[in-house]
């Protein structure tokens, strides 16, 4: 955690778009609902206290499996702000909170790192505590980037793949397919309504709106969701 919370090794990591993905991620959390805000697992760098500063009197619940990366978060701001944040140590596949709990969802370049089925069940729970009429930001990989050069350079196609071993399986899904599958039971509807891409469509930060089922509207899903 000491090595890779420093800012220059998040931004190499994502090859010089960190501060643009995290002032996109910003700006579409500040149209968010009102309501109860939740941080799904902690990240490296400055989104957290970022996020804080813009909340005013607003608490946010940030949950992660490793007490670690909690402590780290928690040490990031000071006493003021600190009242703010509200931790809890959870496991993404299965969270002890109640359905419909948050009006907004923040989850910042988590999917990629999740096997297919752990994937799977934090979709399904991330969808579960959102209430209808509530939002689900996600920063992530875009859809599989065929025409880019780091994946079309076999050289920088293998490290990525390797160092990230479910990224290829990430690459493969459509978002909007797998969260619309999930929200069936819980009597909901997602719709995409914010899509913007980063690094000639390597990233990108996606809002998709929860409704309930009545509300549906004709929509065309995008294979490269």
């Known amino acids: 955690m000491w090595f890779f919370d420093h800012q ?5 990591i994502l090859f010089g778009q960190y ?21 799904l697992t902690c990240v490296y760098g400055k989104l957290t206290p970022t996020l804080l500063r813009s909340l005013g009197h607003e608490n946010m619940t940030l949950v992660d499996v490793s007490m670690g990366q909690l402590e780290l978060s928690r ?5 003021s702000a600190s009242r703010k ?5 959870m496991d993404a596949e299965c969270l002890g909170l109640a359905d419909n709990s948050f009006s907004t969802v923040l989850i910042f370049f988590l999917f990629h790192e999740l096997p297919h089925e752990a994937r799977q069940r934090t979709f399904r729970e991330a969808l579960r505590v959102l209430n209808t009429s509530g939002q689900l930001v996600i920063t992530e990989y875009a859809p599989l980037p065929v025409h880019h050069w780091l994946y079309r350079f076999q ?6 793949t390797h160092l990230e071993p479910f990224l290829n399986d990430f690459w493969q899904e459509n978002l909007l397919q797998a969260l619309q599958q999930h929200v069936d039971r819980l009597n909901k509807y997602v719709e995409l309504v914010e ?5 000639s469509n390597f990233y990108r930060v996606t809002v998709f709106k929860i409704l309930k089922k009545e509300k549906i509207r004709d929509t065309r899903i995008s294979p490269q969701i």
């Not at 220059?8 to 190499?12: G, L, Q």
């Not at 050289?155 to 990525?160: A, E, G, I, N, T």
């Open 155 to 160: 050289p920088s196609r293998w490290p990525l």
């Open 8 to 12: 220059p090794i998040i931004n190499a």
């Open 85 to 89: 944040l509200l931790l809890s140590r």
């Open 75 to 79: 040490r990031k701001e000071d006493e």
């Open 19 to 39: 501060q643009g993905l995290l002032d996109q991620t910003l700006v579409c959390l500040a149209k968010r609902p009102a309501g109860p805000l939740l941080q």
């Open 195 to 199: 899509d913007h891409r980063f690094f």
